[in-house]
């Protein structure tokens, strides 16, 4: 069955970076964008962006550019999230997400990755 | 703060239905961009509910339909369960924000 499984929790210093994979298996990883969700304590979710495997094109969400880097291997159908100068209110749960393309620009997520727990201390 | 607009909270009893209400505007919902819902409990991972408006993927039970007219969308549960007790999130597209996909707040079902 289509699965996505992340990588352990983290734990970081402010000013650190941290990085989360997401394996995906059960179908063909280059056929699907893999897209990142965050949910901070006591919050909603938050779309952080999404990478095609493929072609490796990205999409950052704009509070996100400029700290954040989507990487992928596609030998290993293995997605990466990179998040760094972290902040205390990085602390959150990381999820990755397979993204299926409806209508126009749009896309819906299915499945999802386990979630990560990164938790930035001072 | 969100583009799209959900309540925080609903309630019903077992058996009862409710409906959540996602609302958004001219760059989002009311463009035309689809909306899909996903339930989330608590220590679990997200699960889609309906894509593409109000379709239910397979496994998801027919007491979840979703709608859309205008600017805004809803979620309506029929049947209540108890394990029915969870956060509960529309997603759309949004054209203002440079490519980004957008979620609502976030509304939770209790189930009295």
């Known amino acids: 069955q289509v699965q996505m499984v992340q990588s352990g929790a983290e734990v970081k210093k402010l000013g650190a970076s941290v990085k989360v994979s997401c394996k995906a298996s059960g179908y063909t990883f280059n056929n699907f964008d893999i897209n990142w969700v965050r949910q901070a304590p006591g919050q909603g979710l938050e779309w952080m962006g999404w990478m095609n495997p493929k072609s490796g094109n990205k999409v950052y969400a704009e509070r996100f550019k400029g700290r954040v880097t989507m990487t992928r291997n596609t030998s290993i159908s293995t997605a990466y999230m990179e998040l760094n100068n972290v902040r205390l209110e990085d602390t959150a749960v990381y999820y990755c997400?397979?993204?299926?393309?409806?209508?126009?620009?749009?896309?819906?997520?299915?499945?999802w990755g386990q979630g990560t727990l990164v938790t930035v201390s001072s | 703060q969100s583009p799209l607009t959900q309540p925080p909270s609903v309630s019903g009893a077992p058996g009862q239905r409710v409906t959540i209400s996602c609302t958004g505007s001219s760059s989002n919902i009311g463009a035309g961009y689809d909306v899909h819902w996903y339930q989330h409990l608590p220590g679990t991972a997200p699960k889609v509910l309906i894509y593409?408006?109000?379709n239910r993927p397979s496994g998801v039970p027919d007491r979840f339909s979703g709608s859309k007219s205008g600017t805004s969308a809803s979620l309506a549960i029929t049947g209540l369960q108890a394990d029915d007790e969870a956060d509960y999130y529309c997603q759309s597209y949004d054209y203002r924000l440079d490519g980004s996909q957008v979620f609502g707040g976030g509304t939770k079902l209790t189930v009295l």
């Open positions: 997400a397979r993204g299926r393309a409806y209508g126009r620009g749009g896309r819906w997520f299915d499945p």
């Open positions: 593409g408006n109000n």
